[in-house]
């Protein structure tokens, strides 16, 4: 088995663990709009940004998998993301809380948009680096249709955003910011950082489901 195989069945031996994990609890999403005070503070504000590790605009969690949100605010709370201010919001939920909140920011997007079944052909140089991080075996040919409900959708998700969030599984030893996981660290190390920037800024040029939904108080 290759080297890119073996991370492929690594990555879903992964998810369906955690897939199987989180059918014992079941999301609320009435419940879940009523216990996102702390995230709309960032996540309900078109073009907000964060200022750590550097300034980048918060992701879209509206219409992003129920699944990919639930896992990730459980590792913010295991501290295998390592990021001070969701660390301390994900502290506070309980699994069931997780689960509420997952299935709300899932349901807030609304319908799924009717997207081509396949991203648009990219530049040779982008196309090569796509090929190389295989990134289509679990994002979906069209990066917004991922393989398990796990992985993230990260098609028209901010550049800025995808370019830390990648940078950060190039991590190591920091106390303070970085993602522990060996998968995506292993193929995140194979690119230099301008090479990620450039697949981030492709995969936002994209059209995707996720988004910024505005609260009402924040209209």
């Not at 106390?175 to 060996?182: D, H, I, K, L």
């Amino acid at each position: 088995m290759s080297i890119l195989n073996r991370i492929v069945f690594s990555i879903a031996v992964s998810v369906a663990t955690t897939v199987a994990f989180a059918q014992d609890i079941k999301g609320d999403a009435k419940a879940g709009e009523s216990k996102n005070a702390m995230c709309v503070g960032c996540h309900g504000i078109h073009g907000y940004q964060s200022s750590f590790p550097e300034v980048y605009k918060v992701p879209r969690i509206a219409g992003q998998t129920e699944s990919y949100i639930a896992a990730s605010l459980k590792a913010y709370r295991a501290g295998e993301r390592k990021h001070p201010t969701m660390r301390a919001v994900a502290g506070s939920l309980t699994d069931q809380d997780i689960a509420d909140l997952s299935l709300y920011y899932e349901q807030l997007g609304g319908e799924p948009a009717k997207l081509a079944d396949k991203a648009a052909d990219a530049p040779a140089d982008v196309a090569a680096l796509l090929t190389k991080g295989n990134c289509a075996s679990c994002h979906g040919a069209n990066f917004n249709k991922p393989i398990a409900p796990g992985y993230p959708k990260v098609a028209g998700q901010h550049a800025d955003y995808l370019y830390v969030a990648l940078k950060s599984y190039k991590a190591e030893g920091n106390a303070t910011w970085g993602r522990n996981n060996a998968v995506m660290g292993g193929i995140a190390k194979q690119f230099t950082l301008a090479e990620l920037k450039t697949l981030a800024k492709y995969m936002a040029n994209q059209p995707g489901d996720v988004k910024t939904v505005p609260q009402n108080k924040f209209r």
